[in-house]
């Protein structure tokens, strides 16, 4: 299999090809599918890309449609709109608004992208299938509720069933939209050209689509058999997003990262589908400077290599604006262009994870692991009917900002319901995984790998009574359950299964403790059932997010849950860090607000790979709010091999002899790049060489772990390094190039 026929790493970008931005992943997506798309295709093919599509499925330039000059019919009633009749738009185009998927519109879609099929992309990305909570008052939506519901349309704001209900529509509707494109043009693709096509979802996650208010199919797209996998769309702008913890309301990009990774993992896990995960080396806001980027988004990578399952990745959307852009330089005067260690690190880190997929990992320092359950409907109650929300608004104009006018604005954004379950934990060291609550009744199972969940019903509510049935099962054969919850939130009596036909739940907690041999007003504490537990604390997981003494108490909680199953794996020694072996590399993250301010102290030998130098370093510091990410040379210490340890190019064509070690990099033009490579050999001739120039390179020889570093320039046509023994002698080569 040609190496880029696996896909590991690949990025987006809405430009022609330009080297100054040639990453050298296996895959780019080419963005949009406006009259240059073919031409765009053409060009990154011809560079040895394996090329996709990506356009927005939820909006777009698609002035043709809601102007009638697609069928003859103007389509602004299928805009989404505000109560006040305001259409809401994406970013700060008028005419670019958010759509209420309908089936007209799904067919124009397909009509649209079928050029990128002729135009041969291996797979069509449709990003962020999004509908507002705000929305719900267009006449397209108003007409679909008729269809869907059989009855006459409500007002969103009128109630909490009425606003439950809209929302569970939205998401039905990108669903039925995703199904019918991703089939269609899949039938086309074989019919037509006799080749398979491949569809995937780019999508933020659940935990930030409720912060946001957003409406998305999340973990619906796993009953749609025609969606092949998922990006998951976490980068520095949704995981800056601020919420609470012990009383304090702030940036915790880390924690949020890591959450929100590990709930998208979720939808893949056990189907055989495909997920990248995003980072982002700069982020949509403009007005940050480089060391903010920097800081953040080593935070963001570090998160997603914490989670090991995962092993593909978008290493950058719009690298254009990523090395050709300007930002706030750190002095504050001026804008400048990224600065040169700062790319070079970059090109390192996306090539490193290229190797990600490594069959040894262990996470050091804690047997335990909780899984806190999640489910879609948190996004279908995020709002309380007839509470004004005309302040709140997500600019999503490129710059997130948010205006906050009121406590409950505040209040919606901080989503302290799920961060309150999960903070206490990890900023005390313990893995915490969440999980996707709909995937219970899915896959037989999908709960063998837990010993501990944490659930609460205040803030999303269980979409079918079967799954009550197997997490009892689930707690009857030694799992241990920490239910949070005084049954207050008003969504408990909108109208669904636990209240109609014969059963007459007041809130679905009553039915699970039911189907757990439980009485509904069982007093707090611990409860056996059967080899399991349940762990009852009856308070809102609000509270959890308010103060030190409510955290502790969600701890005290969690740590007897773990006691009363016996649970070996339980052995959750408090800490401020996480560090995860995989494979060679080391990956750390230090917490702050944490059990104490002692850092992490590594002692080895290890390449640093977010540095630019790639340092040998003996002795590794990590404080509290920094994190590391470190080739551990001490793997194969022996090794006689000589291989690359890490190098910011795109590494083909390796040979290795007793006397020589050659290969070709790659990388876009205007970058200084780095590499360590292990020789079996002292070098002394280090050669580079591109379309017939040569340059002899200076180098850095570390005798104790037969590693050489070297600095060098890519050239747009790749270029070939030769490491000798002995030095050739000199045969008339071409004069270097300078650049």
């Not at 079928?114 to 108003?142: M, N, Q």
């Not at 019919?191 to 199919?217: A, D, E, K």
């Not at 709909?438 to 501990?452: A, T």
């Not at 030769?722 to 050739?728: D, K, V």
Request: with cysteine; proline share 6%; hydrophobic share 35%.
């Amino acid at each position: 299999m040609n190496s880029r026929e696996r896909e590991r790493t690949g990025f987006q970008e809405g430009g022609a090809y330009d080297d100054r931005y040639d990453l050298q992943t296996d895959f780019v997506m080419v963005y949009g599918i406006g009259p240059s798309m073919p031409e765009r295709v053409r060009q990154w093919a011809e560079r040895g890309y394996r090329v996709h599509l990506m356009t927005g499925v939820s909006w777009g330039g698609y002035q043709d449609y809601l102007n009638g000059r697609f069928d003859g019919r103007l389509h602004w009633d299928e805009a989404q709109t505000y109560k006040s009749g305001e259409t809401i738009i994406h970013g700060t185009s008028q005419d670019i608004p958010y759509m209420v998927p309908t089936i007209a519109y799904s067919n124009y879609l397909i009509e649209k992208i079928r050029p990128a099929v002729d135009a041969g992309v291996d797979a069509i990305h449709l990003e962020e299938p999004e509908f507002w909570v705000e929305g719900g008052y267009s006449e397209a939506f108003k007409r679909e509720w008729l269809n869907y519901y059989s009855e006459p349309w409500q007002d969103p704001d009128s109630s909490e069933d009425a606003q439950y209900r809209a929302s569970k529509l939205k998401a039905y509707l990108y669903t039925r939209c995703l199904d019918r494109l991703c089939s269609a043009l899949k039938e086309y693709s074989l019919v037509r050209y006799g080749r398979p096509l491949y569809f995937y979802v780019p999508t933020h996650s659940l935990i930030n689509y409720c912060q946001w208010r957003i409406v998305s199919p999340e973990s619906h797209l796993l009953d749609v058999p025609s969606i092949n996998g998922y990006i998951a769309q976490i980068w520095t702008g949704t995981s800056r997003t601020a919420n609470v913890y012990e009383g304090v309301r702030a940036e915790r990009t880390f924690e949020t990262a890591f959450l929100e990774y590990g709930i998208m993992q979720e939808l893949v896990r056990g189907t055989g589908r495909r997920m990248w995960f995003l980072h982002d080396p700069v982020e949509d806001d403009p007005k940050r400077n480089w060391s903010d980027y920097r800081t953040n988004y080593v935070k963001t990578l570090v998160a997603s290599l914490l989670h090991p399952d995962v092993s593909r990745y978008e290493v950058s959307p719009w690298p254009g604006r990523v090395f050709t852009g300007e930002y706030p330089s750190d002095s504050g005067i001026g804008k400048e262009t990224i600065p040169a260690d700062y790319a070079t690190v970059l090109l390192t880190l996306m090539h490193a994870l290229e190797n990600m997929d490594q069959p040894e990992t262990e996470m050091i320092g804690t047997a335990g692991q909780a899984g806190v359950l999640l489910a879609d409907s948190a996004m279908y109650q995020r709002k309380a009917p007839g509470v004004p929300t005309a302040g709140f608004m997500l600019k999503y104009d490129g710059t997130n900002e948010v205006e906050l006018t009121d406590d409950y604005a505040v209040k919606l954004l901080n989503f302290s319901s799920f961060y309150g379950l999960t903070l206490p934990l990890v900023k005390r060291g313990l893995p915490v995984r969440p999980v996707q609550l709909d995937n219970i009744r899915r896959f037989p199972g999908y709960l063998d790998s837990h010993k501990l969940l944490v659930l609460s019903y205040e803030f999303m509510k269980p979409e079918y009574p079967d799954i009550h049935s197997t997490l009892a099962q689930w707690v009857r054969e030694g799992g241990a359950l920490v239910y949070v919850g005084d049954d207050s939130d008003p969504y408990h009596r909108v109208r669904e299964w636990w209240n109609q036909g014969q059963r007459r739940y007041a809130t679905p907690r009553e039915h699970l403790f039911a189907c757990l041999g439980l009485a509904a007003d069982c007093g707090e504490g611990t409860h056996q059932v059967g080899a399991g537990a349940l762990v009852f604390l009856r308070l809102h997981p609000e509270r959890l997010a308010e103060s030190t003494e409510a955290a502790d108490r969600l701890r005290s909680a969690v740590k007897e849950a773990f006691a009363s199953v016996q649970c070996p794996a339980g052995e959750w020694e408090e800490s401020n860090r996480f560090l995860l072996r995989r494979g060679p590399y080391r990956i750390a993250s230090v917490m702050d607000e944490s059990l104490t301010r002692e850092p992490l102290v590594l002692h080895g030998t290890f390449v640093d790979l977010l540095e630019p130098e790639l340092p040998v370093k003996r002795l590794v510091t990590v404080e509290p709010g920094q994190q590391a990410l470190l080739y551990d040379l001490e793997e194969h210490p022996t090794s006689a091999d000589s291989s690359v340890i890490a190098a910011s190019s795109r590494i083909e064509e390796a040979v290795a002899t007793a006397d020589s070690v050659g290969f070709e990099v790659r990388g876009p033009s205007g970058v200084r790049a780095a590499a360590r490579v292990r020789c079996s050999f002292r070098p002394v001739h280090v050669q580079w060489t591109a379309e017939g120039a040569s340059r002899e390179l200076p180098f850095t020889w570390d005798e104790e772990t037969k590693t050489v570093l070297i600095r060098y320039d890519h050239h747009p046509q790749g270029a070939r390094i030769a490491i000798r023994r002995e030095a050739l002698q000199h045969t008339g080569a071409a004069s270097p190039q300078e650049f």
